[in-house]
Each structure stands twice: as structure tokens, then as C-alpha cells.
């Protein structure tokens, strides 16, 4: 059965049900967040509406970064557009997923394709028991932590985190590190993943030096990216030719 037709009202509270602990993993990152975005002036509705609409904790900070008054555009547009280039590989490698999905259904999928609600359930996939409605619960609860986690911050940034060092003592930005090397564990497939995995690290931290920004998340994951693809496609041609 496809993907698109397992959407259940249980499957759904399911899905919402066992992304509460790796959502809760967000808790620090979104007040940290939330801190910021008072430091920056947003009242604590724009910084909730802009956590509950995006639900991009990485691209948020990174707009955070270059706020100023009056808005630099080109530069938000640009900046964030870098730093959720890899949504693109992630909605690539769904889409074998999702042959029959109807229009009114992939905006809710987009939605909810973050990083540890993807991970989780795109390991299911790959062994044939992905289900939509636990994808759409599961991004639903992300989107509730994520979005009361930066309200809690930003009510919380004119007491004790009004400090931005005490944010560093208290370990939140390592939160965001935290996750994702969760996420790659999750997703680890073996031998096979080491290789582009090293090819991606050491392009990022070129890119890191040489370039600066944020283009090594791009360019780190477009050469993992191809050369796992380039050496899949190799082995294949052997196997045709064998």
C-alpha cells in the first residue's frame, strides 16, 4: 500500500506520540532561539507566528543573524535559501515514497519534513512501513514544541537569559549539534555511508575556510551527495556489464 493511502486518525496520534521525546530535544535550541529573537526586537507573537510557520530552527537563526532595520531582503532570501538547500535532498529522497500523493497533500508534507521527524520516519520507509499519518502527527508535535520552546525563550529573555553568555554556559548551542548527530545515527546504513560521509565533512570544512557563510552546508551535502550517487551509478554499470 502506498504511502499516500495509510493516513489514519491512529497512525497520526502515533506518529505525534513518539516525536514528543525527540521533540522535547529541541526545547533548548528553541529557547535559545526565543532569547535571540527578543535581543533582536521581535514581540513574543512574531517570534511564535514565525517559529509555528516555518519550523526551521537552522534557517531562523541564520535570519536572526543579519536582522537589522530596516530588513535586508536579498540577503534574508538568500540566507535562508542556503540554509534549507538540504530540504531538496531530503524531499528527493521521499518522493520514490509518495508516487500517488494528491496536490492538496504535498503542502502539509513539506511542512513536516524536519529533520528528526524525517529521519525517523524515512528509516520506516526504507524498510516498507513509512505511513503518512505518522509523519504528518509527528511534524505536528514538532511544530508545537518548536513554536512554545521560542515563546518560552523569548518570555524568559528578560530574566536570567537575558545574559547572552549565560546561553553558552547553559549548553544550548550545542543543542543543534546534538540533534542532528542524533539524526545521522539514526539514518547510518553502514559501510556503504562512510565514504560520501567523509567526502561531505572534509568539502564542508574547505568550504568552511575558504568560502565562509553558510554555502559549506551546501556544498559539504552536494558532495557527499554526488559522490555517493556517482559510485552507486558505477556499480550498477558493473553489474550490467557482469
Known sequence: MSLSAR?????FQAGALRMILPGLASLPFGIGFGVAAAQKGLSAFETTLMSFTVMAGTSQMVALD??????????????????????????????PHLPHLP??????????TVDQNWAVNIAEYRRGHGDLGKFLGGGFVMACIWSGSTLAGHLAAGGILSDPAMAKRLGL?????????V???????????IAPWMVAIAAAFAAKWLIGGNWYIVIGGL???MFGALRDLRKDDDVRQS
Not at 493516513?7 to 497512525?11: D, F, N
Not at 548551542?173 to 548527530?181: L, S
Not at 539524526?183 to 555511508?193: E, H, N, S
Open 183 to 193: 539524526v545521522a545515527t539514526i539514518l547510518f546504513r553502514g559501510k556503504r555511508d
Open 173 to 181: 548551542d550545542f543543542v543543534g549539534v546534538a540533534v542532528f548527530v
Open 7 to 11: 493516513v489514519t486518525w491512529r497512525s
Open 103 to 112: 496536490w492538496w497533500l504535498q503542502p502539509p508534507v513539506w511542512y513536516v
Open 66 to 95: 543579519i536582522w537589522a532595520q530596516p530588513l535586508p531582503l536579498m540577503a534574508l532570501a538568500v540566507s535562508v535559501f542556503v540554509a534549507n538547500l538540504r530540504y531538496f535532498v531530503m524531499g528527493a529522497a521521499l518522493q
Open 223 to 225: 558532495a557527499g551527495g
